[in-house]
Nanobody, 121 residues
């Protein structure tokens, strides 16, 4: 019912910055927790950052101090600002959102299809 559309990925040099966006499209709903995951070749998908409906954030140790997750509830969008990018940040990045239909207590979850981030000189 809710589709997550990601944008902002691409090729960037080490030390550069990118801003990922994930916008939701669907019927009447409200978001709970939202998060960004990433998966590099040969590795498992891991949590990068998450943000609760109240604005509390959590980051993987590898990105602390460099990445910032934020959300705009009016736009139903979650962002990931990535600064001081390193080669090891190269991965497919996936957004995830929990949501519920307004007027109910039923929770659902949706994944974006992924956006590629490549850090290379």
């Amino acid at each position: 019912q809710v589709q997550l559309v990601e944008s902002g990925g691409g090729l960037v040099q080490p030390g550069g910055s990118l801003r990922l966006s994930c916008a939701a499209s669907g019927s009447t709903f409200s978001f709970g927790d939202m998060a960004w995951y990433r998966q590099a070749p040969g590795k498992e998908r891991v949590l990068v950052a998450r943000i609760t409906s109240g604005g509390s954030t959590n980051y993987a140790d590898a990105v602390k101090g460099r990445f910032t997750i934020s959300r705009d509830n009016a736009k139903n969008t979650v962002y990931l600002q990535m600064n001081s990018l390193k080669r090891e940040d190269t991965a497919s990045y996936y957004c995830y959102a929990q949501y519920y239909i307004i007027g109910t207590l039923n929770r659902f979850g949706s994944w974006g299809q992924g956006t590629q981030v490549t850090v290379s000189s």
